[in-house]
């Protein structure tokens, strides 16, 4: 999922900003099947909502919510996927904070899709509900300018509530999170030095919660320069492969050097983890097409100095499987014991 994927929410259908219909003229649009129901009040065309990625959705959801209630204040995965912080999956719920114990919890929203929606499409996409988190305030807040969401959002501080979003997720997503802010590549620049990022995450005073912290930020690297790399490293890390060196610089038989995302010296084999946009001009200064032909020019070359190729996509990352079988039939070996179960 790439930046632009998350921040193009669907359009969101009120009363009174659809051409002027009413409540009750939604309402039965719903109830004919032609629109879903995102909030109490807040719809979307169904044709469109069933079409969109789950990332879009999400962020939908997150415009109503925003839209709904009062001021709210974004907090866990939500936060940082507004913040333009890589999560690997779209966030299970939309987070907000609440100040009130007693509310803390997922709600349980009205249903978003009527009978009709049901009888004519198969499985019908989640909508997400909203999870409320107890925090006593004070607490430190950011207000992001997302320009595609159309109205103002208040964020819990990164700071606050980092070390508790990161015992939630799992390794893979955890460490995307944590690379992202030692390098700064996320959407805000938002960049931790290690000993201050050792010290936000010592918050977390429970042990089983620092022993899964201290896991994450012992493999974390500044290095890694896309969700995708983290996710292939993460992967070899759970599968106990041996790793490679991270953005080494070869030379190629052209005389260039270049870099590249893994290398394992002793096979002379290069890794490279391709998708989330790696060949895609929407920073407005390069052709896709001469992208691709330097990547070809480049890879030639230095497969012509001796040196093997591995590619993988985002979808062989996401399968430790397949993942596993990748690597073990291009000679990389296990160094460790695996954490996760894989057979290959």
């Not at 719920?93 to 114990?101: F, G, L, P, R, Y």
Request: hydrophobic residues 40%.
């Amino acid at each position: 999922m790439n930046e632009d994927t998350w921040f193009n929410p669907l359009p969101v259908l009120t009363p009174g900003n659809d051409g002027g219909r009413s409540r009750k003229s939604l309402s039965r649009a719903f109830a004919a099947g032609d629109l879903v129901r995102v909030r109490h009040g807040f719809y979307v065309a169904t044709d469109q909502w069933l079409a969109a990625t789950s990332a879009q959705r999400f962020m939908t959801t997150v415009k109503a919510v925003a839209g709904r209630l009062h001021q709210p204040v974004f907090a866990g995965a939500t936060s940082l996927v507004l913040q333009g912080i890589p999560v690997l999956e779209t966030p299970a719920t939309v987070d907000v904070i609440t100040s009130t114990a007693s509310r803390a919890g997922i709600q349980t929203t009205m249903p978003g899709y009527h009978e009709i929606h049901a009888r004519h499409s198969g499985e019908l996409p989640y909508i997400h509900r909203t999870r409320n988190i107890f925090r006593e305030p004070p607490y430190a807040v950011n207000e992001p300018r997302v320009p595609q969401l159309h109205t103002a959002l208040r964020l819990l501080d990164v700071v606050d509530h980092l070390a508790e979003t990161l015992t939630e997720l799992d390794f893979c997503a955890a460490l995307a999170v944590v690379d992202s802010l030692l390098s700064g590549r996320n959407g805000n620049g938002l960049r931790f030095d290690r000993s201050r990022l050792k010290r936000v995450l010592d918050r977390d005073t429970s042990p089983s919660g620092r022993a899964i912290l201290n896991r994450v930020l012992r493999w974390s690297t500044h290095l890694s320069e896309s969700p995708g790399e983290s996710l292939s490293r993460a992967r070899m890390i759970e599968l106990g492969f041996q790793m490679p060196e991270l953005q080494a610089h070869l030379s190629g038989a052209d005389g260039v050097e270049y870099r590249v995302d893994f290398w394992w010296e002793e096979l002379g084999l290069i890794g490279e983890s391709d998708g989330w946009g790696k060949y895609s001009a929407g920073d407005g200064r390069a052709d896709p097409e001469q992208v691709v032909r330097l990547e070809k020019r480049r890879e030639d070359a230095l497969r012509e100095r001796g040196y093997r190729f591995l590619r993988w996509d985002w979808a062989d990352a996401l399968d430790p499987q397949r993942f596993a079988e990748l690597l073990v039939r291009n000679g990389v070996p296990r160094r460790r014991r695996a954490s996760i179960r894989w057979s290959a």
